[in-house]
């Protein structure tokens, strides 16, 4: 029994290790589905993250909000948001400054 658990032990604290944290420019980007959301805004270009497991999706998108807020952006319409057990995690979108 105590090998599980020291297995356990190890594998939450790797897996912890391996969180994405939001930058201060990632804090500000907001993620969007509707188009309408961007109208008035000033596209600054595409921006893509992905991981090879399905389980990295939410390290994906704060990597994605980190990128697009180091380019100027507050916000990413997002135009592919898909997760895969086999091939992984994808995020991408345009990034946007928008004056809201």
Do not use: F
């Not at 907001?30 to 893509?48: E, F, N, P, S, T």
């Amino acid at each position: 029994m105590r090998p599980i658990l020291l297995m356990l032990m190890l594998l939450t604290a790797l897996c912890s290790a391996c969180v994405t944290q939001l930058t201060q420019a990632g804090l500000n980007v907001q993620l969007v589905y509707d188009r309408a959301r961007v109208r008035d805004c000033k596209a600054i270009g595409r921006v893509r993250e992905a991981t090879g497991s399905a389980y990295g999706h939410s390290n994906a998108k704060k990597r994605l909000r980190n990128k697009a807020g180091s380019a100027g952006a507050n916000v990413v319409l997002v135009q592919q948001n898909s997760v895969n057990v086999i091939t992984g995690s994808e995020v991408q979108g345009i990034a946007y400054r928008c004056p809201w």
